[in-house]
């Protein structure tokens, strides 16, 4: 499914020699082409299989905070063009960014397009990287680039969300930082936007309210292991999908398959604070049919039913019993037993061998 790009400008956001970041205005919309649809697609789909999102909303309504909250409304009222609005939101940035120590510059991208039945406002700084290549002439020439591929400065409105409840507390989502540089300080502020709710959080409670449903319907080892394949299925396929998780769904789903007598909807909509719909968080549903832990230089995964069968844990000696082992891993551990082996076979001999 391809994305319908309605508007998109460039502003561009760097340091002058006196240190002072500044921004240089384009005065018009780029037009759009195939070219822009296929980049703004590229950026589209990097962002949707980014695991790291989070959710926000704009704050309550104070001097500060309702400027860029301001523009967004005139613009969706056709009362300010999307060029002004977008110059105004690259000044709001720049003011923001300057009350920090981030050294951030590169190319704000301010985009409107649709998708499913959605509009969406797509905010970036993207780095402008230079590249090497090959002319006709054989000559080597310089040329630069966007790489869609790993964006991290990047904030989505969902306008017909906000337009259809102003009261949700996630129309508006955004990729949280790297590790020492929280996105929040400024990306989200320049908005006037705040954090709504974690939607790994709502993964995490979601596992454990499957694993607790279970355990009130005194489930078999087979047969809830058959509940957790079939709400892992239904994870997957709406991460695959770009769509979001809906409990109504994914309980209908666990109702069928196993053929359950209580309702997991019921259920969670009883003692756990869950949204009825948030994204699907990749890290945290594949824990639903694996045992995956790392510490001290070892990384261990495994799917749940080979517990007990394949794999024996000692509580007592806090001890794994793996019976078959992965062929390539096998082959890894003879190879490096068989080079120890010599290498040990080598120094006997040396040691043997009478001194001249």
């Not at 799917?303 to 794999?311: A, C, M, P, S, V």
């Not at 992965?326 to 037993?337: F, G, I, S, T």
């Amino acid at each position: 499914m391809k994305i319908s790009a309605n508007n998109i400008i460039l502003h561009s956001l760097n340091y002058s020699p006196e240190g002072v970041l500044q921004c240089k205005m384009r005065e018009g919309e780029l037009p759009i082409s195939p070219s822009i649809e296929q980049f703004l697609m590229e950026l589209h789909r990097t962002y949707q299989s980014k695991t790291n999102k989070a959710f926000a909303a704009f704050a309550p309504e104070t001097e500060k905070t309702q400027l860029f909250q301001r523009a967004l409304q005139k613009e969706v009222a056709g009362e300010l063009d999307f060029v002004s609005f977008s110059q105004q939101a690259a000044n709001f940035l720049v003011d923001e960014l300057q009350k920090h120590d981030f050294a951030e510059q590169g190319i704000l991208l301010i985009s409107k397009y649709s998708w499913t039945a959605s509009d969406y406002l797509l905010i970036a700084l993207l780095q402008n990287n230079e590249s090497i290549s090959v002319n006709d002439n054989l000559e080597l020439q310089v040329s630069q680039h966007i790489e869609t591929s790993k964006i991290q400065l990047v904030a989505r409105i969902d306008l017909t969300l906000l337009a259809r409840d102003p009261q949700s507390n996630r129309y508006i989502s955004f990729i949280k930082g790297r590790v020492g540089r929280k996105v929040a300080d400024f990306f989200l502020d320049f908005m006037g936007a705040q954090e709504g709710f974690d939607a790994k959080v709502q993964n995490q409670v979601l596992m454990k309210a499957v694993d607790d449903f279970c355990e009130k319907e005194a489930l078999p080892v087979a047969k809830k292991q058959e509940v957790r394949e079939v709400a892992f299925q239904y994870c997957k396929d709406q991460l695959k999908q770009g769509d979001d998780i809906d409990l109504s769904n994914l309980s209908e789903q666990m109702q069928d398959a196993p053929k359950l007598d209580g309702s997991f909807y019921d259920f969670v909509s009883e003692d756990y604070q869950l949204e009825t719909k948030f994204p699907a968080d990749r890290s945290v549903v594949r824990k639903l049919t694996k045992y995956v832990g790392q510490g001290g230089g070892v990384s261990i995964s495994f799917d749940q039913k080979h517990l007990g069968e394949r794999i024996q844990y000692d509580a007592d000696s806090d001890t794994l019993t793996i019976q078959g082992i992965p062929p390539n891993l096998r082959e890894q551990l003879k190879r490096d037993a068989n080079s120890s082996a010599e290498t040990k076979d080598e120094k006997d001999e040396d040691l043997q061998r009478p001194p001249f």
